[in-house]
């Protein structure tokens, strides 16, 4: 969250630096596509400041910008998305504000088949403290940039091997003690099996050094894993196990195995299944990068991630499943994890937790033109030094109707209620979000 006085430096730089460089690179027009929404929405809470015992009612005008941009070129490949609101509080709440998120990524390739040079950037809105509520002097925005070269030689027809190397930076609004550069190099062996299999052996090392020396321990990653991929006409499988070693600055170290995996099934052509499971070592830099956003309802505008925004490793433990089905008429999204972390200092103070989420979205088409829906999430956080559990719910109805062939207007009517453990407050919200929608 950025005050609307002006954007941060440091994080906006990144991103302009790396889509000027994609424009650069590439002189096909042709092959770009852009597409885009335009937003002008008001929103009407009777509990803008989420307090349990005073709640103040507000109007706040909300224009917003979505925006995709993708690029298959001969040399260059984009993938971008990007949102970016204006928040005015037009009774003075709180002061205006920018809320923005990004997630790009661009290939460039230097070399045929040899080399490629990566520009990756995650831009995301996370809150300061997990417990307190999500108002605008408990947000702040994170980024987390990566650039580096891939270099790729082969052995034999199905070996090959591949080298990379990265530099990283991470940043946060508030959270000075997140801010760090990494270093990273990576050597893969790849046997291809066939054009749907294929098997890796993975070596990575990663130096981690944070601004602030007091507040973040600097530490070396190192790890061995081995991966393997499946396509099939139905079924897509990731999976990579192995084993992990961290050596911190300050002394000690830590080790423990490695495993991800990800399993797509495509029941039907309408159905889809999703599985996903994690057992590693982490930290928030990594879990920012992967892109680990929150599930977006919809209702909000620009959607708050659920990750705690520290410099310090923890291992994470985590179960994922989603559903996906597109009908006719009926469009539903749905996803479900639990979580377990548990961080390596033990002085701080309601971190290690354990959690549980939902999400959902349902729309159902009236008429060719006309949309109604619902949406909600759920998710429960058991923090273990405290003893003490919170439960957060945001739930609505949404009504979209496109009356011209560009032109839509969208209402949502929600509910947002935290049911706080020990030492937190409850609270609830009802909100109504009107919005005229202009796409390309």
């Known amino acids: 969250m950025t005050d609307a006085k002006g954007v941060d430096v440091r994080t906006d730089s990144k991103i302009t630096a ?50 995709g941009l993708t690029h298959a070129g001969a040399r260059v490949n984009v993938d971008i998305g990007a949102a970016l609101e204006y928040r005015r ?11 923005g998120t990004f ?119 190192y790890s061995a894993y081995a991966g393997y991929t499946q396509s099939l006409a139905r079924i897509d499988l990731d999976a990579a196990l192995g084993y992990s070693r961290l050596e911190f600055d300050r002394g000690g170290d830590a080790s423990g195995p490695l495993l991800r995996t990800s399993l797509d099934w495509r029941a039907t052509d309408r159905s889809t299944f999703g599985f996903g499971a994690t057992w590693r070592y982490s930290d928030a830099a990594t879990s920012l990068a992967e892109g680990g956003a929150a599930f977006d309802t919809g209702l909000e505008g620009v959607g708050v991630g659920g990750a705690l925004i520290t410099p310090d490793v923890f291992r994470e433990r985590r179960f994922d499943a989603s559903y996906l089905y597109q009908g006719v008429r009926l469009n539903l999204a749905s996803t479900a994890y639990a979580a377990r972390f548990r961080y ?9 937790r354990n959690e549980v989420g939902l999400g959902l979205t349902l729309g159902y088409l009236l008429r060719p033109l006309m949309t109604l829906g619902l949406a909600g999430e759920a998710t429960r ?26 032109w839509s207007w969208r209402a949502d009517l929600s509910r947002y209620e935290r049911h706080g453990g020990a030492g937190v407050d409850s609270f609830d919200e009802n909100a109504l979000y009107l919005r005229l929608i202009y796409t390309r």
């Open 381 to 406: 956080r058991s923090f273990i030094d405290s003893d003490s559990t919170d439960r957060d719910y945001r739930y609505g109805v949404y009504f979209t109707h496109q009356f011209a062939r560009r």
């Open 18 to 67: 790396a889509a000027l460089l994609a424009a650069a690179a590439c002189g096909d027009a042709q092959a770009w596509r852009l597409d885009y929404t335009l937003e002008a929405g008001v929103l009407h809470s009777d509990n803008i400041n989420l307090s349990p015992v005073d709640p103040v009612r507000e109007d706040v005008l909300v224009p917003r910008i979505d925006l």
């Open 103 to 221: 997630d790009g990524r661009v290939n460039w390739l230097l070399l045929p088949e040899r080399l490629t040079w990566t520009f990756a950037d995650n831009l995301g809105l996370y809150p300061v403290s997990l417990r307190a509520p999500d108002v605008p002097g408990n947000l702040q925005q994170t980024n987390v940039f990566s650039t580096g070269p891939t270099l790729r030689f082969r052995f034999t027809p199905s070996l090959q091997g591949q080298a990379e190397a990265r530099w990283s930076d991470a940043h946060a609004e508030q959270t000075g003690a997140f801010d760090s550069s990494r270093v990273s190099g990576a050597f893969r062996l790849l046997h291809d099996f066939s054009t749907t299999r294929h098997l890796s052996g993975n070596l990575e090392v990663e130096d981690v050094d944070f601004d602030d020396d007091l507040l973040g321990d600097d530490y070396r990653r």
């Open 344 to 352: 390596e200092r033990d002085e701080l103070v309601d971190a290690d």
């Open 89 to 99: 509080y037009l009774d003075d709440t709180y002061g205006s504000e920018f809320r």
